[in-house]
């Protein structure tokens, strides 16, 4: 499986704080994502990146930004963090178009309070 | 992407054959079905994918109808560690999908002993 981890694993806040979620992986993919996964939904995108510093929005990206500085890392950030998005996270990557085999980091459970 | 339909539940006894059903009446020419798993509490997990003709690897077989309307997952031998959700996925690889996954709800595989 590829490298791929996901910080925090869990965290709890409080509803209005920033949070940031770090995705990192060590294949040197090109192609990066976030999806949110809750119940009676399945698992939903919200941003993906095809390259550094090239990102765009997904199925559910209202109050999520994303960053990609490095190949290697993706980061998810919800600006003023809000109950509705208390979920579970999931980050992936994949090598090339044409290719879609992603692999999925092990998530990050948060709670908005 | 194409619609995929999956019935919602599956059972099996462990050592016998698994065999998850997935209809995709409007796929199109250029979209590969993908099969992906997601054990409890973890990120999903690649399985295969196919164009046109069949295909097997280390983990599964996935027979895909001449017509491409269907297809059939084939776990050979299940275990009980195969017990997950399954996800049948239609995916115009290439072009300006970048990869991107539209999950459905999957069948629950459940492996009894």
């Known amino acids: 499986d590829a490298g791929i981890t996901q910080s925090p694993r869990h965290k709890v806040t409080e509803t209005g704080t920033p949070v940031t979620l770090r995705c990192h992986q060590t294949e040197n993919h090109r192609y990066m994502y976030w999806y949110r996964q809750d119940p009676g939904h399945g698992l939903r995108l919200i941003h993906y990146s095809y390259g550094v510093k090239d990102t765009d929005k997904g199925e559910v990206s209202d109050g999520y930004s994303v960053s990609r500085s490095k190949t290697e890392d993706f980061l998810l950030t919800l600006e003023s963090a809000t109950s509705s998005q208390t979920s579970v996270y999931f980050c992936?990557?994949?090598?090339?178009?044409?290719?879609?085999?992603?692999?999925f980091g092990p998530g990050t459970r948060l709670l908005v309070l | 992407d194409a619609k995929t339909t999956q019935p919602p539940s599956m059972d099996c006894a462990e050592g016998r054959a698994a065999n998850l059903p997935c209809n995709h009446s409007?796929?199109?020419?250029?979209?590969?079905v993908y099969w992906y798993r997601q054990i409890h509490s973890q990120g999903p997990q690649y399985i295969i994918h196919g164009l046109k003709n069949n295909e097997t690897n280390e983990m599964a077989s996935l027979i895909i109808t001449e017509d491409r309307k269907s297809s059939t997952l084939i776990l050979p031998h299940a275990t009980l560690r195969d017990t997950a959700v399954y996800y049948c996925i239609a995916v115009n690889a290439g072009g300006t999908s970048y990869g991107k996954l539209t999950f459905g709800q999957g069948t629950i595989l459940t492996v009894h002993p």
């Open positions: 409007t796929i199109s020419g250029n979209e590969y």
């Open positions: 992936a990557s994949g090598p090339m178009v044409g290719q879609e085999t992603q692999y």
